[in-house]
């Protein structure tokens, strides 16, 4: 896509340009005028800019402007695209009298759009020394739309057909084929006679009708190899539009009333097209070029399969600042417009097949080579990455579930120590009751050694009544040989080789031995409720770490499964390409199959024509023998007789 080439270009002050309508118009209070530079126009009211009056465009030319300047920064690649195949449209859009004509035709001592880009045309085919060209030229013009061919005197209403090899082309136009650019401007001239120009109050010799000098350039490369026989065809048209006009500055009565309304009209279906080309997509909607006959012929420089340059004049003076400002608004929205050229060739049937050859046997060479391989390469890494993450997945979500697990573990036990404390904080007992309390029993460790933080272990089942413990066992109810596993990471160890303290056989309740209550007790009361306290914060710690260790893997088994999805999408992805390219290969072999059997079929074709031909041969030489022989008799005869 491509955006459309916008300039506006000032002519220079007029003396003439005085307002010349009765009463004098809003705009031309007094004190505005037009400060231009490269780049951009504003309307100052006073020196001061007045709001919702400036423009941007890519170029902004004042009146010291030639024209020479706007071919070469507006026109001249347009027209090189053109020889080498793009369709290319240049066109001046503006009020009456801003200088349309003058930029496309020019004036004696300073050549305008068309005389030079005819003159560039020739030049560079020249220098296409590999091609040969063909140009053929045809002039018409829309006059109260209605088309004139300017080639040809007194030339009927041309009507406008639509096929799908030519597009939109106006029927019965003449078409010269010219060698060189004097005979492309001797057409010209003839042209500029037919042309239908009026006087206005704004424009002594005012278009009055739109012109559109157009020229087909048909090239082939010399030598036919080189491009497979594709012959390239652009059409390049260069547009004078007659200029809008307020009826009461123009004066216009009776027939130039009657033109002013068509140019008008036309101009403002141009600017309906130009807007809604210049929506984005969606909001774009029907596109009106049927409207009127100048939008249908230049359908494809708007929007369509074209280059387009459109040069937008204007009048400086203070009189023309509302025409100005519409002109430039117009400016405005058709630099929002995008065309997509491309290069147009024609294939005779040969290149044609050809191509279509060259194509199949790149599409054969892709299947069957390199990219198929990579293609399967690239699957297995997929599926073998695929297995590599569910298998990490899978492990995750065991470790997940063991931390769970724990945690749980963990909690009871957090929950029980809680108890426990309360129990002590309770109780009525004092500490030095405790002495005598065998509940204090059930609170005693057999081992004095405090146990590391986060370790808790016991054994299912105690295989006889051992004297040494190394843990007690009222602490089987929160703890086994497995949790003592998972918190030594799966690293077995053998709870016998535990350090063993001597002392105290664990009793569960007071009621079933009281002969315990005689027992010393080792640790007192605070010391094993602080310890007891400490215990349970490291536990809660423990409880904390787990969770956010739990919180971490869950993360990363999310991502996991996200990244497993996207590698199966990934690998559906790839299966339906190979898929594709399969079935692309299946037909590409069906065509040529299909070519083999036309081949054949030829062929067989060529073998009949040669034997119905010698046949043929055949019975014309023995007629002619024949024929030869009656002759000769008769001779024969007619000198025998007397
Ligand atoms: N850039 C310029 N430099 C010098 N003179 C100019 C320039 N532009 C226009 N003029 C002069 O202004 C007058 C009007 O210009 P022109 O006929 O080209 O206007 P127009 O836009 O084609 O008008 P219309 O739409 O009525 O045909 C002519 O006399 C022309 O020579």
Redesign the pocket.
């Known amino acids: 896509m491509e955006k459309i080439s916008v300039a506006v ?1 000032f ?2 002050p ?1 003396a003439a340009a005085t307002d010349p309508s009765p009463s004098p118009s809003p705009s031309s209070g007094g004190d505005r005028e037009w400060r231009v530079d490269d780049t951009r126009v504003a309307l100052l009211h006073r020196n001061a800019p007045v709001p919702g009056a400036s423009f941007a465009f890519d170029h902004v030319f004042d ?1 010291t ?1 030639t024209n020479d300047r706007i071919y070469g920064v507006l026109v001249r690649s347009l027209i090189r695209a053109a020889v080498d195949g793009f369709n290319g449209t240049a066109f001046a859009y ?10 496309m035709n020019g ?1 004696g001592d300073q050549p305008g759009i068309i005389p030079l880009a005819v003159r560039d045309v020739f030049d560079t085919a020249r220098e296409a020394t590999d091609r040969e060209f063909l140009i053929r030229v045809s002039y018409m013009e829309i006059y109260n739309e209605e088309i004139n061919d300017l080639l040809t005197l007194g030339s009927e209403k041309l009507p406008i057909h639509e096929s799908l090899e030519r597009g939109v082309y106006v029927a019965g136009l003449r078409e010269e084929i010219v060698n060189s650019a004097e005979q492309v401007f001797e057409l010209l001239e003839l042209g500029e006679e037919n042309r239908h120009f009026g006087e ?1 109050n ?2 002594v ?3 009055r009708s739109h012109t559109i000098f157009r020229m087909v350039i048909e090239s082939s490369a010399k030598n036919q190899m080189d491009s497979g026989d594709a012959i390239r065809v652009s059409v390049l048209n260069l547009v ?1 539009l ?2 809008s ?1 307020r009826i009461a500055k123009t004066g216009a009565g009776g027939v130039r009333l009657n033109e002013g309304k068509h140019i008008n009209k036309s101009l403002m279906i141009l600017g309906n097209v130009i807007n809604k080309l210049s929506e984005s997509g969606k909001q774009r909607g029907h596109i009106p070029y049927r409207d009127s006959k100048l939008t249908r012929i230049l359908q494809p420089a708007l929007g369509g399969n074209a280059k387009t340059s459109i040069i937008c ?1 204007a009048a400086p003076e203070e009189i023309h600042v509302e025409e100005t400002k519409g002109t430039l608004q117009f400016a405005s929205r058709a630099k929002c417009v995008s065309n997509c050229a491309q290069v147009n060739e024609i294939l005779t049937d040969a290149a044609l097949l050809k191509r279509q050859k060259q194509e199949i046997e790149e599409l054969r060479k892709k299947l069957q080579g390199s990219h198929s391989e990579a293609l399967e390469q690239v699957i297995l890494k997929q599926r073998n990455d695929m297995h590599k993450f569910e298998r990490e997945r899978d492990r995750l979500a065991t470790e997940l579930e063991e931390e769970r697990r724990l945690t749980e573990t963990l909690q009871q036990r957090l929950t029980e120590q809680q108890k426990m404390l309360d129990g002590i904080n309770n109780t009525s007992i004092s500490p030095d009751q405790f002495t005598d309390s065998i509940q204090l029993d059930a609170l005693k460790t057999p081992n004095s050694k405090e146990r590391p933080a986060g370790f808790v272990a016991s054994r299912s089942t105690y295989s006889k009544d051992v004297e040494f413990s190394p843990i007690p066992e009222n602490l089987g109810t929160v703890a086994d040989e497995d949790l003592w596993m998972q918190l030594n990471k799966g690293c077995i160890t053998d709870l016998d080789m535990l350090e063993m303290t001597p002392g105290l056989k664990c009793v569960s309740s007071l009621a079933e031995d009281k002969t315990l209550a005689t027992t010393p007790v080792e640790e007192p009361i605070d010391t094993r409720c602080q310890r007891l306290e400490k215990d349970c914060n490291s536990d809660r710690q423990q409880l904390e770490d787990s969770k956010v260790r739990c919180a971490a893997l869950e993360n990363e088994c999310d991502t996991l499964k996200k990244e497993n999805s996207s590698l199966q999408d990934a690998l559906a992805k790839s299966r339906k390409d190979a898929d594709r390219l399969v079935a692309e290969k299946e037909e590409v072999l069906k065509e040529l199959e299909l070519e083999k059997s036309r081949m054949e079929e030829l062929k067989q074709e060529i073998r009949l024509f040669s034997q119905a031909f010698s046949q043929r041969q055949g019975q014309l030489t023995s007629l002619y023998t024949k024929s030869k022989a009656i002759v000769d008799n008769c001779k024969t005869s007619q000198l025998a007789l007397p």
């Open positions: 270009r002519r220079p007029t009146g402007a503006g009020q009456t009298s801003s200088g349309k004509t003058f930029t004036s206005t704004m424009n010799r005012s278009s004078d007659a200029g006009e004049t």
